[in-house]
T-cell receptor, first 113, second 114 residues
Framework: AQKVTQAQTEISVVEKEDVTLDCVYE???????LFWYKQPPSGELVFLIR??????QNEISGRYSWNFQKSTSSFNFTITASQVVDSAVYFC??????????FGTGTRLTIIP | EAGVAQSPRYKIIEKRQSVAFWCNPI?????LYWYQQILGQGPKLLIQ????????DSQLPKDRFSAERLKGVDSTLKIQPAKLEDSAVYLC????????????FGPGTRLTVL
């Protein structure tokens, strides 16, 4: 069985601060895929990134960056210079083998103007 | 490119009533998913279709939930009869490939069962 843990239920930061959302995963498969999705108040999940288990390079996309560390089974997400529009619930998710996509419980991020 | 469409956006019913949700995936996406998202939780897969065939319905409460995807495009999810614990957001998603690919989600249908 696979599992995703997002220990941070809610985070609030002041605008322009950096913030890191944690994600820890469990799987017995050596081949797996990790995802981050954003769910703004409108409710629609927006795909942010997909990373396979063989690619441990960190990725940067504008103000977003992801740190993948297999040694600690973590796939953390950092927003640099946060903006009010970043306020949303963020989900980390995992799929491996024939397993369905498993989501964490999400982290609600509030950016205070 | 049009995204995943869902209707209705909101539905309020009384327990023991029936309800149906509709989903139109992104054009060309053969794989379609229905998720249930209870408040404060992550989405949970109810059923996955590949074209018009069911790939995974292991978490679908088959005594009251049913889903179909006739002609391999649009899909409907039905609940009959509804229970209070069915109150949730029902999300439809689609993807180009059946596994490991990014899924694109619709806006969801918020169901309230009174």
């Amino acid at each position: 069985a696979q599992k995703v843990t997002q220990a941070q239920t809610e985070i609030s930061v002041v605008e322009k601060e950096d913030v890191t959302l944690d994600c820890v995963y469990e799987t017995r498969d050596t081949t797996y895929y990790l995802f981050w999705y954003k769910q703004p108040p409108s409710g629609e999940l927006v795909f942010l990134i997909r990373r396979n288990s063989f690619d441990e390079q960190n990725e940067i996309s504008g103000r977003y960056s992801w740190n993948f560390q297999k040694s600690t089974s973590s796939f953390n997400f950092t927003i640099t210079a946060s903006q009010v529009v970043d306020s949303a619930v963020y989900f980390c998710a995992l799929t491996s083998g024939n397993e369905k996509l498993t989501f964490g419980t999400g982290t609600r991020l509030t950016i205070i103007p | 490119e049009a995204g995943v469409a869902q209707s209705p956006r909101y539905k309020i019913i009384e327990k023991r009533q029936s309800v149906a949700f509709w989903c139109n995936p992104i054009s060309g996406h053969a794989t379609l998913y229905w998720y249930q998202q209870i408040l404060g939780q992550g989405p949970k897969l109810l059923i996955q279709f590949q074209n018009n065939g069911v790939v995974d319905d292991s978490q679908l409460p088959k005594d009251r939930f049913s889903a179909e995807r006739l002609k391999g495009v649009d899909s409907t999810l039905k609940i009959q009869p509804a229970k209070l614990e069915d109150s949730a957001v029902y999300l439809c998603a689609s993807s180009l490939f059946p596994s490991n690919a990014e899924q694109f989600f619709g806006p969801g249908t918020r169901l309230t069962v009174l």
